[in-house]
């Protein structure tokens, strides 16, 4: 059998191997994760490690609600919780929210269109590294001898961030581990954007029309799309912001015709366009669950589909209403109110779709279908306090406030996390060929429901009786002291509720119940091979004949709509393919480039904090060494003689 | 069906509950002080009375579809029976249906949100003209007044047109007062005219919620806002946007009297020191002048002496007539039970704490900020004149903080 790989050694057979480095070999054990190409061992990576900084966000989310709970906190000084603030949204977005979306992405856009690997392995895992390398660096900002971690806000509005440190306005080096920290993050995700676009365009099975691809592979494209446009935005920002405050460049220094607003439309302009990037993938995962535990196709698939690019393109046109209250002009805010109205009509479209997608189903209301549930309420709560955003005078006294900490926690914790978390649990038997505990799971789904609620929901008025967002303490009597401490009693049932998960997580991978290659009786590729797939996921690339593909293997329809089961054997083709096949399949070979290149990174971003030449000298070198041996390495080692 | 009909009529109790409980919860807001929910004026009634019925527009469609996730799941769950569900791709009249409806209430929310985005953008006729500077961590108002005369110790005459106050700011009654949100200082010429900006800050917001929403100070930048008080009392503001250390201790207050009082206020504002500070000579005019102006440097940063001039901390001139000081977070005055300052019990102790040691009192970025001072000081907030005290610079005493603070009071 002949592969592209192949076809590949084939041609450079010729060519003196050039191996600066003693080629890895080793697909399994320990160090195997350090210089893989697979890219579901690259996606577990990633979800374990966005989970882990999910944790870190989550703590600093419990000491701030501990600050809170009662007038006057004395828990954290002014300084602390301004750095906790600012790490718990940094972390949020950037080291949690894109990266889990980016490793599920990772694992299943090649199972799901029937690919073998991604474009692009060897740049997946620098994608990888980059993000761990970015993220690692921003939180050094820790570390006791580095002065204090960034504290200007995951927005870091300028002048405040991009002063001057001897102007006094932020004293420390936070800011610019931020700056340089996110421009790192930056790479990795551009990177894993232009791989996931390349994937999906190019590497798709036979058959695999457009129209046949699931959603979620659909929003991780338009999702990769927007990454890979708003990113040099927001890039460009933060260059601006490095350069004011340590060369004096005044971008954004207004006494010598610099503009502090122009900061705000770059960093907007990247930032609404994140929020989608935040969400639409949420969007793809539970418009993959509800029809499984529907037994039912998605409804309206191909308006689902167009209103997720509706959504991407829209998105682009809304950033203004981040700035209502900067004084645009009537004009200008009338626009933006309008656009940002405009846009819930297709989000709104993809709700009446989902509840069109349950409507006459018969539900199996299992762990995955509870969080997809969830989503689908939370979410439109989140969705509905956005309009009233849009709403601009009404906005000049939400913004700011509560109110807004309520919205975007429904959107991006009732939204994106529960839809995460919805398949974490659906696709973890894919993964480890174990069922998480489904019982465990619904008590983990109710806690963290009421968790969630008791936490946010009471934001709303606490917004709207005027606490203002970003303070350290509140004073008492102000009438805000009930519904902060329900707040914080909240939080930590959340906490409950994500240790359940991660208790769940981990006993199931060793010791849950079998799980087989298709436990939910599911419609797409995934499901047709085996549990853990093989290194080389499909022993036969499949022709794909139909939209949900896997489901139509195993029934059709009769005159009356109704489900009709096939003959066995259909569906078992494709899933057990000859298991020798897969030794005849070459995969990309490991490679240790991607991790020496990150490696130069931090040390160049350490070079640029403190004005270290000699470092950053040392950051270059390993960073072109790293790229220099990763261009002349061929992709497929030579296979021993 | 029969059960399913008890268990729609169970969701539709639950919902209605759901809907009752926000509604007592919008009614049962408390009075603080800063409430949206309870407007004391023009322009912050308008907001409201335009975000109420979208609020329940919204409330409405977040029942119907929460009912609706909640009865589907509950009403197509599978079991015997229901194991083979008819499977449906799709329909398009319900795909145009639930487009176009959306898109329709929403045309109707876009008039009524337009409407009202122009009727607050309007320019008025003779305003009241306040400037609300935003500083780290305090608001500086300077209000435009009638031609007044200045007397300096030397007795030299100037002519002011406004009169400068920290973190407190009188408005009359019933009249649209125009704010302009800045975060810099006007350069001002020997002519009295302004050729550019100094002393800009970072971003701030002004915000008082029973008047009005948002309005960021942006440097560089105009931002025109009005704000209008139906009855007398005391507003809160708060800075709204994060601007560094100690943002949440950036509170402020609007003062809303009658007109009779704010004229008063205007005239008694635009009086010289109720004690001079200097001689004619220019030499300080006592011991505690001595603190003031040379041993401490206090005149360094703020201004004492002169109702009409800013520098880089609050003019302190009429100090003793604000209720509050610390950027509004320290009473300035013992309080009645209706919350009235009581003129007559001055919190001096207190006063004579933030003298001594400021940042032990608020957080401060002060460590450098008794070197010499200017716009490019590398400070922000009240320095501490007991600790960390720079070499060659004077040690305070709480004596002497005392004293200085007794001075103060005097300013009324």
Known sequence: MTTVSDAISHVEQPHQRVDLLHRPTKSTGFWSWFTTVDHKKIGILYVVTAFVFLLVGGIEALLIRLQLAGPNGKVLTAAMYNQLFTMHGTTMVFLMGMPLAVGFGNYLLPLMIGARDVAFPRLNMFGYWAFLMGGLFVYSSFLPWNGGAPNAGWFGYTPLSSAPIGNGFLPGHGADFWAVGLVMLGIGSTTSAINFIVTVLNMRAPGMTFLRMPVFVW???????????ALPVVTAALIMVYMDRNWGSNFFNSAIGGDPLLYQHLFWIFGHPEVYI?????????????PVFSRKPLFGYTVVIFSGIA???????VWAHHMFATGLGPIAVSAFGLSTMLIAVPTGVKI?????????????????????????????IGGLSGVLHSVVPADTQQTDTYFVVAHFHYVLFGGTVFAFFGGLFYWF??????????????????????????????????????????????????????YNRIASLGAFVIAIGVLLLLVNMVVSRKHGQPAGADPWDGRTLEWSIP???????????????????????KYTEDDRGLLVRLPSGAAEAVGHGDAEAGHHIHLPSPSYYPLVLSIGLPILGYAAVYHTLWLGIIGAIVLTFGAYAWAIEPPTAEEPA | MASFKTKWRRSAVAAGVLAAALALAGCATNNNGENTLHPKGTEARRILSLFTPIFWVAVFVGVCVLTATLVFAIKFRERPGNTNPKQIHGSTPLEIGWTIVPALILVVIAVFTIKTIFQMDRTLKNPIEVQAVGKQWWWQFNTKTDPYKVTAADGTQTTATEIVTANEVHIPVGKNVQINAQACDKV????????GLTNCNVIHSFWVPELNGKADAVPGRDHLWIIEADKAGTYLGECAEYCGLSHANMHFRVIAESPDDYAKWVKQQQKGPAQALLTADNKPAGNVQNLIVNKFGCVGCHVLTDPSKYAFAPNLTHLASRTTFASGYFDLYARDKAGNPIYSQPNTQKLADWIYNAPGLLPMESKDCRLPPGPNAPCAGMPSFSQNTPKGQATMTKDEAMQIAQYLLDQK
């Open chain 1, 311 to 317: 959504i991407g393109f829209m998105g682009w046109g």
């Open chain 1, 531 to 553: 549990s853990p797939p093989p290194e080389f996921n499909f022993a036969e690339v499949p022709e794909v004949e139909a939209r949900d593909d896997w489901w139509h293997r």
């Open chain 1, 278 to 290: 935040l969400i639409l993938p949420g969007m793809g995962i539970i418009s993959e669950i509800l």
């Open chain 1, 429 to 482: 038997p894919k993964v480890y060929g174990r069922m998480m505990n489904d019982r465990l799971g619904k008590w983990t789904f109710w806690v963290l429901l009421v968790g969630f609620n008791l936490t946010f929901f009471p934001m709303h008025i606490l917004g709207l009786e005027g606490q203002p967002r970003r303070t350290y303490r509140y004073g008492s009597g102000l009438g805000w002291d009930t």
């Open chain 2, 188 to 195: 001002i010429d020997a002519k009295g005219k302004q050729t």
């Open chain 1, 352 to 380: 009446f779709n989902w509840l069109g997608t349950v409507w006459g189903g018969a539900i199996r209301l299992n762990t995955p279908m509870l969080f997809a549930l969830g989503f689908i309420a939370m979410f439109t």
């Open chain 1, 219 to 229: 929003m991780m494209l338009v999702t990769a799309f927007l990454t890979l446009f």
